[in-house]
Nanobody
Framework: QVQLVESGGGLVQAGGSLRLSCAVS????????MAWYRQAPGKQRELVTA???????NYAESVKGRFTISRDNAKNTVYLQMNGLKPEDTAVYYC???????????????WGQGTQVTVSS
């Protein structure tokens, strides 16, 4: 009953920028923390960055100073601005949201379908 739809991935040259968006819809009572994860081929999924409902953020060391997470609570949307992209940032990026809903199960963790980001050298 909750859907996360991501957009904004693509192919970019090293040093370039991309902005990912993730819109949450459904039987939403409140969206708590939101986050972006990524998974490169042959590697485990890793946390890139997260933001709480009051705007507190944290970042993986590998993206600090280059990536910025933000959210628009009125639009139930989280963004990831990625600057200074490197080939090692190439991965499928997944949106994640911890959502309190108006219907069972009332609280759950939800994932988007993923969006491919490819950075060429």
């Amino acid at each position: 009953q909750v859907q996360l739809v991501e957009s904004g991935g693509g192919l970019v040259q090293a040093g370039g920028s991309l902005r990912l968006s993730c819109a949450v819809s459904g039987s939403i009572f409140r969206i708590n923390a939101m986050a972006w994860y990524r998974q490169a081929p042959g590697k485990q999924r890793e946390l890139v960055t997260a933001i709480t409902s009051d705007g507190s953020t944290n970042y993986a060391e590998s993206v600090k100073g280059r990536f910025t997470i933000s959210r628009d609570n009125a639009k139930n949307t989280v963004y990831l601005q990625m600057n200074g992209l490197k080939p090692e940032d190439t991965a499928v990026y997944y949106c994640n949201a911890h959502v309190a809903t108006t219907t069972p199960p009332f609280v759950n963790n939800y994932w988007g379908q993923g969006t491919q980001v490819t950075v060429s050298s």
